[in-house]
């Protein structure tokens, strides 16, 4: 498998060359040249396996100049009953007759991000056993991505983790997680401003190839490709718990913020998988909502970003987007060099009219959005009607995922995190404390660690230098 640019300014390269960054040196996202297919007898072979087994078979699709033998062994030590809490690692409940909850935020942070970060933790210890010789991850964080990076990376030999997060606009549950570790190798800094503006700073790091290579800069972002191999992964295994034969259809709703979660979905599509509708959900920071609605693409300002009670998906620069954009654009990198120069011009595009509308109706995505009320209704309601706590951000899944259901489809919500992260917004709807992990209680009361730095690019790579020798 040859990874190429979706700018196409990259020679082709192998999954070990990209593994370290989602972005191409000449301003694109890594994409594989072509997403391998599986229709029929390939689709059925993978029907019979458990998690582990169909993670094996579909990362060594994307990861194939690892050793089988082992990116096996690092398969069989991320996806473990002890980690995830079954092995299931991602079970399915059915809330009702057609409308199923994937549970995929059973790792040890609470959400969805652990399935891709606790492999990504694996796969960098392997890089490093192959003789790179440290390695400091960067990365960016509206809430989870931060406490599942470190999470996965803390106490691992040669790697260390600077995590950029937006002062005080996580839970205090996401904070907490975050700031009370005390692992020597992992610096959380807190910048002054919200999550684009760590987004953009770490965009702008790694664009620095000079510092990233004398740093020997990694990141963990959701633009990081091996991050959406790995969430392909439940994709498929939802697909075979939910259908009897392959070519049923099936239909899901994915809460979304930086189009990580869905992508893989997307991907899992394009790959021959039979699904139906993609349902993006946003909440009130709804540029993706807009896009997928109007073929209208409008970023918006860090001031026009809401902050609202699903912070994790308070983002209005989704950046895997740019990776379907590629697609709509069938994969033609010149088309897409002029879409995103005219973002940086006209702060946005506009495909109407266009075939890149009409692949996006082809495309399988529909869209909603909710709002606070609509989340707290609808955590009530599902407490109500299947006696189950669902948080925030799932809640927005379902409330757009009901809306877009059709008959005779079944509809996957994916849940993307636990209730017991958002207590304050629980507390809200249902009028009593979520239930929290024994591992977790009390966290928010553990002394804090971390430094505060205005958002500016050149104050965060002084932090770094001083810290990453
Ligand atoms: C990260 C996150 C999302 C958004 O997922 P994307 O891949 O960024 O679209 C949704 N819900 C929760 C709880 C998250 O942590």
Request: charged share 25%.
């Amino acid at each position: 498998m040859e990874y190429v640019s979706t700018r196409g300014g990259m020679q082709a390269q192998p999954f070990s060359a990209i593994l370290l960054e989602g972005l191409a040196r000449d301003g694109g996202l890594t994409v594989p040249a072509a997403y391998p297919k599986l229709t029929g007898p390939a689709l059925a072979a993978l029907r019979p396996l458990d998690y582990r087994g169909l993670a094996f078979a579909l990362l060594s699709l994307f990861a194939d100049d690892i050793p089988p033998a082992e990116l096996r062994t690092l398969v069989d030590r991320t996806y473990t009953a002890s980690t995830f809490g079954s092995d299931e690692i991602t079970p399915l409940l059915t809330l009702e007759p057609g409308v199923l909850l994937l549970r995929a935020s059973n790792g040890p942070t609470l959400a969805f991000k652990d399935i891709a970060m606790q492999l990504l933790g694996n796969l960098f210890e392997h890089a490093l056993d192959r003789g790179q010789r440290d390695l400091n991850i960067l990365g960016a964080t509206s809430g989870d991505t931060g406490s599942s990076a470190e999470y996965a990376m803390r106490g691992k030999r040669g790697i260390r983790v600077f995590m950029l997060s937006p002062k005080d606009r996580m839970s205090p549950f996401q904070t907490a997680q975050m700031y009370s570790l005390t692992d020597p190798n992992i610096f959380n800094i807190a910048i002054d401003g919200v999550f684009d503006d760590c987004q953009d700073i770490v965009k702008a790091v790694a664009a620095d190839a000079a510092f990233k290579r004398d740093m020997r800069i990694g990141t963990v972002n959701s633009i990081n490709w091996a991050r959406v191999a790995a969430q392909i992964v439940y994709y498929f295994k939802a697909y075979f718990a939910v259908t009897k034969r392959d070519g049923e259809p099936v239909s899901f709703a994915v809460p979304s913020g930086n189009f990580g979660n869905i992508l893989a979905g997307h991907v899992a599509r394009r790959m021959g998988l039979p699904i139906r509708r993609l349902i993006l959900a946003t909440n009130e920071n709804d540029v993706l909502d807009e896009f997928v609605r109007s073929g209208r693409y409008r970023v918006r300002s860090p001031d026009e970003t809401l902050q609202t009670s699903s912070p994790s998906m308070d983002i209005s620069k989704a950046s895997n987007f740019e990776r379907f954009v590629f697609d709509l654009a069938d994969r033609d990198a010149a088309k897409v060099r002029e879409l995103w120069a005219r973002v940086e011009r006209d702060g946005g595009f506009d495909v109407g009219g266009t075939p890149l509308e009409a692949r996006l109706r082809e495309s399988g995505f529909v869209s909603g959005r909710s709002t606070h009320a609509d989340r707290i209704a609808t955590i009530q309601a599902v407490a109500d009607n299947y006696r189950i706590v669902v948080d925030p951000h799932t809640a927005d899944g379902i409330k757009v995922g009901l809306e877009n259901r059709e008959n005779g489809v079944p509809l996957i919500c994916i849940e993307t995190a636990l209730p017991a992260k958002f207590a304050a917004t629980i507390r809200e709807a249902l009028g009593r404390e979520a239930a929290r992990p024994a591992a977790y209680v009390g966290i928010e009361a553990l002394p804090q660690r971390y430094a505060v730095l205005p958002p500016d690019v050149a104050a965060v790579k002084s932090y770094i230098a001083a810290r990453a020798a």
